[in-house]
C-alpha cells in the first residue's frame, strides 16, 4: 500500500470535486463556515487508489447521501416534510421516523442538530473489502463532510441495508447474515440503532 496514492472526489448538487491524500491526513475542519446555509445538497464521495499521485486509478468505495440543514428550513418558515417528501420514499420514511405532524418526536430532541447527513448507501467494490476502508471512511466522515460542505454536520443517521451492484442496477440483499455484518459495522464506527427501524445515527460532538 506505500506505493498507492489515495483521494476523494466528491460531488455537491452538480459541482465535483476532489480531496488529495495529503489533504485526507490533515485537519480538514479548520475551514468551517458557518455562514454557508443550505436546505439540502445531493452529496456523492468517492475514495479512489491509483499508482500515480496525479491519476485517478481505481475506485475503492463510494459513497450517496443528502445534507439537511433542518434548523435553516425552520428558521425561514421552509416545511420540512415537503423538502423529505419530495426526494424520495426512503427520507419520506426517514422524516415519519423522527417527526410527527411537524413536530419533533419528544425521544429525538436529545440527537437531533440543525444540520443532518443522511447516508443513503455505502458500498465498497468486491476486490477492496474486508480491508478496513469503509470502517475508515465512516470513522472519518463527520471530517469529510465539514470539510466539502462548509458546515457543522451534528448528526449523521445511516439507513442500514445491504445490497449489490449488477448488470440489471442496485438490487437490494435480502440476507440475515449480511444484514447482521452492515449492521456490526456501523456499531463499530459508533453507530447507535433507532430501535425496531434500519436506521442508524451518530451524534458528533
Known sequence: MSNKYLKIKY?????????????????????????????YKNVGIRLMESDKENSDGNE???????LFDDEYMINNGIDSFEVYDSI?????????????????KEEYYSILSSNIFYLDRIYVNKEY?????????LNKLD????????????????YSKPFELTSNGMNNVNDHKVQKRLDKLYEKCGYINIEKTKYYYKKIE
Do not use: C
Open 143 to 158: 471530517e469529510i463532510l465539514r470539510y466539502i460542505l462548509k458546515l457543522n454536520v451534528g448528526l449523521v443517521i445511516i
Open 129 to 137: 473489502r474486508n480491508n478496513g476502508y469503509a470502517t475508515n471512511i
Open 11 to 39: 460531488s455537491i448538487g452538480d459541482g465535483e470535486f476532489e480531496l488529495t491524500e495529503k489533504e485526507l491526513k490533515g485537519q480538514l475542519s479548520d475551514i468551517y463556515d458557518p455562514e454557508e446555509r443550505i436546505v
Open 60 to 66: 475503492i468505495l463510494w459513497i450517496r447521501g443528502i
Open 88 to 104: 424520495s420514499g426512503d427520507t419520506y420514511d426517514l422524516y415519519e421516523t423522527i417527526y410527527d405532524d411537524d413536530s419533533l
